[in-house]
Structures are given as C-alpha cells and as structure tokens.
C-alpha cells in the first residue's frame, strides 16, 4: 500500500514570495491534516479535512496560508507572501476517518514533508 | 489548552544502556497517549499508543504506562540499539477526534 506522497521535498523562497505544498493521501482516506514543523519544536496542526470539507483550521494564520481539498482527494497548502518565520517542516498526515467506529483515535500516517526555507 | 511536556534537551547514551524519557500531558477529560519516532531521513511513525488509564503500549522493546493520577506516558527501554538513535515525540489526542497535539520531541543518541 502506497504512503502518503507530498512534494517537493525542498524549497528555498525569498521573503514576499509565494510557495504551494502539495499531499496525496493514502488511497480511501477520508481525513487529512497538515502540520507545520518548526526547528526543534513538534508539529502544530495547522487544518483538518474530512473528504473535502473542513473540520478545524483554528491554527492557520489565515491571513496568508490557505489551503483546499478540492475533490476530496490530493491537496494543497499554500503561503502568500512567506515571512522568514515559516521556515518549517509541513508535514501533511491521512487517516481513515476523522474518529474510529468504536469510539477510538484512528492512526494518521505521515508523509515525509516539505522542507521550506524562506530567506 | 491540551499541551505535552517533554524532558528538555537531547539524550545520549551507550549501546545496551537504559532509556527513559518522560512525558507529562495537561488535557480535559481522556485523551488518548501516543509516542511518534521519526527517525533520519523518514517520516514520523507511531511507536505505541494507550488509551486509557492504566494501560501500557509496547513495540520494539519500549514500553509506556498511561498513569491518570500524574498525568505521565514515559518511554522506557530495557537496552537501547545504535538503531533506536531517532528523535521520540509524544503526543496526544483528545476524546471525541483525531487532533495530534505533540511535544517537542527529544533527540536520543545511541553510541557503540
């Protein structure tokens, strides 16, 4: 069974720029994060989807991150314009469902994200 | 909020040596407890998982134990390998979804 792919695995942007991460998620699953990975810290969830709609996105600094999952499928975080502080890992995660049938957490699998430098 | 609180700073230690890294959680209700490895150059992986008061994970040789009464999930194992050198994140979930919520992690150093 094929993981969850992103790409690129590396981009170097200026600050202003704009940039675009893109997930695929394991095939069936319905629920996809992404995260963000800041140099020695763990990741911070940034936005959930279930299928194509979202279900929590209160950590995404709205103001320049966006983020859609068009067909309920791949999907694509973008930033516009990047600041230096968004340099970061952006790890994108599936899982089955958003919550077990058995009332129960549903492993999520990470991709192997997308190292972003901002100069 | 729903936070985990990791030891500070990275362990080293020798081949065959004891491992313990400690986790305390601050969550409403009951969450589920996970510990994330993420060795070089892969993706992040469940290690163990709990979920309820009392229980203990277990894989590979590391053990945690879900303690409600001081809000732990400390990793333990018994004699670590050069191939346990990764970075151990633990994390948690609250009741009700999915939301990850993890520490920040400790880098662990297995020398021969």
């Known amino acids: 069974e094929a993981g969850v792919a992103q790409s690129p695995r590396y981009k170097i942007i200026e600050k202003r720029q704009s940039v675009a991460f893109w997930c695929n998620p394991i095939?069936?699953?319905?629920?996809l994060y992404w995260y963000q990975q800041i140099l020695g810290q763990g990741p911070k969830l940034l936005i959930q989807?279930?299928?194509?709609?979202?279900v929590d996105d209160s950590q995404l600094p709205k103001d320049r991150f966006s983020a859609e999952r068009l067909k309920g499928v791949d999907s694509t975080l973008k930033i516009q314009p990047a600041k230096l502080e968004d340099s970061a890992v952006y790890l994108c995660?599936?899982?089955?469902?958003?919550w077990g049938q058995g009332r129960s957490y549903n492993e999520q699998f990470f991709g192997p994200g997308t190292r972003l430098t901002v100069l | 909020g729903d936070s985990v609180t990791q030891m500070e700073g990275p362990v080293t230690l020798s081949e065959e040596a004891f491992l313990t890294i400690n986790c305390t959680y601050t969550a409403t209700g009951y969450p589920s407890l996970f510990w994330y490895v993420q060795y070089p150059g892969e993706g992040l992986q469940l290690l163990l998982k709990a979920t309820k008061a009392d229980d203990k994970g277990s894989n590979k040789g590391f053990e945690a134990t879900y303690r409600k009464e001081t809000t732990s999930f400390h990793l333990e194992k018994g004699s670590v390998q050069v191939s346990d050198s990764a970075v151990y994140f633990c994390?948690?979930?609250?009741?009700?979804?999915?939301?990850?919520?993890f520490g920040k992690g400790n880098q662990v150093v297995v020398i021969p």
């Open positions: 095939s069936g699953h319905a629920t």
């Open positions: 989807f279930q299928n194509n709609g979202v």
């Open positions: 995660a599936s899982s089955s469902s958003a």
């Open positions: 994390a948690l979930s609250p009741y009700g979804n999915n939301r990850l919520a």
